[in-house]
Nanobody
Framework: VQLQASGGGLVQAGGSLRLSCTVA????????MNWFRQAPGKEREFVAGIRWREGKKSYADFVKGRFSISRVSAESTVYLQMSSLKPEDTGVYFC???????????????WGQGTLVTVSS
């Protein structure tokens, strides 16, 4: 699979941003599309995931109610709509594929390159 993330940028606290991840060359191991993030000096952490076929979603507790993951199969794109952004949401956001539902980087099959999100206070 090939994953290409985009949409990062600088936004003020309380603002919104939408990230996109285009997906190409899906394999049988790429059943779930995920977003992870990595803040400076911290480990990469799970943000949200969506089953590509069923559309079932999962979220990390710290983004519930603020972020929404979706996918448009016809566009081969996964989106992460982020609202009520906080400075602690700052980091590089990565899209990633996995064969099943994951909540850590250990289960990821493939990574895309990251896109930087900076939230100013």
């Amino acid at each position: 699979v090939q994953l290409q993330a985009s949409g990062g940028g600088l936004v003020q606290a309380g603002g919104s941003l939408r990230l996109s991840c285009t997906v190409a060359r899906l394999t049988t191991s790429d059943n779930v599309m995920n977003w992870f993030r990595q803040a400076p000096g911290k480990e990469r952490e799970f943000v949200a995931g969506i089953r590509w076929r069923e559309g079932k979603k999962s979220y990390a507790d710290f983004v519930k109610g603020r972020f929404s993951i979706s996918r448009v199969s016809a566009e081969s794109t996964v989106y992460l709509q982020m609202s009520s952004l906080k400075p602690e949401d700052t980091g590089v956001y990565f899209c990633a594929s996995s064969s099943g539902v994951v909540n850590s980087a250990a289960g990821v099959v493939s990574w895309g390159q990251g896109t930087l999100v900076t939230v100013s206070s």
